[in-house]
């Protein structure tokens, strides 16, 4: 009797360690990141290389897409458009055209509501109605999100981890959609360049996409290197 409880006891310990090991596996696949001031979101990743990651907020838009995509093939550079579901249904052409050009699709909620206004279920329905509209248009799933506005309570992060993506939000604020000029949102942005920031821009400015060629010229000028948050966080 006494061997059959030592048996178990082995069993049950062997068990313990092995799920450690896989735990501990899940989290070396990503790179370590800056954790935010809000536990369970990331606003940097923790690199030593040079990279410098362009976000793109509330996209898909109509005009703005296209022309932020042409100035980025022309430079060669790649980026992450964090986009909202209900225009991804709208616009599926532009994100399989985002994707097509290698760049990184993250997910931005269906509705881009306050997020820290619902219940953790709907904020669960928000991303997932936001998966599915981008997995419709590209055929992959995003692994990650960021709310509308950075806006963040233990319930979003809750409903982000039961939707199986990583809360990215982002190191330097542009300031693009508060009405700042292109001269001054390339100030914010180049004065504050550091390796593995996350830089947050908006698909739907003028001063964006006239400021965006010299912002691509510049920062590889300082010896950053442009990559999506794919490479930044998981090295693909
Ligand atoms: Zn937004």
């Keep these: ?22 735990l501990c596996s899940i989290n070396s696949l990503a790179l370590a990141g800056r954790r935010d001031n809000f536990p369970g979101s990331y606003s940097h990743s923790l690199t030593s290389d040079p990279w410098i990651a362009l976000t793109f907020d509330d996209g898909p838009h109509r005009w703005y897409t296209s022309r932020i ?7 060669k550079a790649k980026a992450t458009f964090f986009l909202v579901g209900k225009l991804c249904i ?9 994707f097509a050009q290698g760049h990184c699709i993250g997910n931005h909620t269906f509705n881009h509501w306050n997020m820290t206004r619902l219940s953790e279920d709907r904020a669960l329905f928000e991303w997932l109605a936001c ?28 409903s ?10 982002w190191t330097i604020n542009s300031l693009d959609c508060s009405g700042k000029s292109s001269d001054q949102l ?29 912002l691509i010229r510049v920062i590889r000028k300082k010896g950053y290197k442009l990559v999506t948050l794919d490479e930044m966080f998981y090295k693909k």
């Design 131 to 158: 998966s599915e509209a981008i997995e419709n248009a590209i055929g992959e799933e995003t692994r990650f999100c960021r709310p509308p506005g950075g806006k963040l309570n233990e319930s979003v992060i809750r």
């Design 186 to 214: 390339k100030g914010i942005i180049l004065s504050r360049l550091e390796p593995g920031a996350i830089i947050l821009l908006h698909d739907g400015f003028d001063t964006t996409l006239q400021a965006l060629p010299d």
């Design 90 to 98: 709208k616009y599926p052409e532009l994100v399989k055209e985002i």
């Design 1 to 22: 009797m006494k061997k059959i409880i030592k048996n178990h006891l082995y069993r049950a310990l062997g068990i313990y360690i092995l799920a450690l090991m896989y």
């Design 160 to 169: 982000a981890d039961r939707a199986g993506m990583m809360v990215i939000t």
């Design 69 to 75: 995509l042409e100035v980025l093939e022309n430079n």
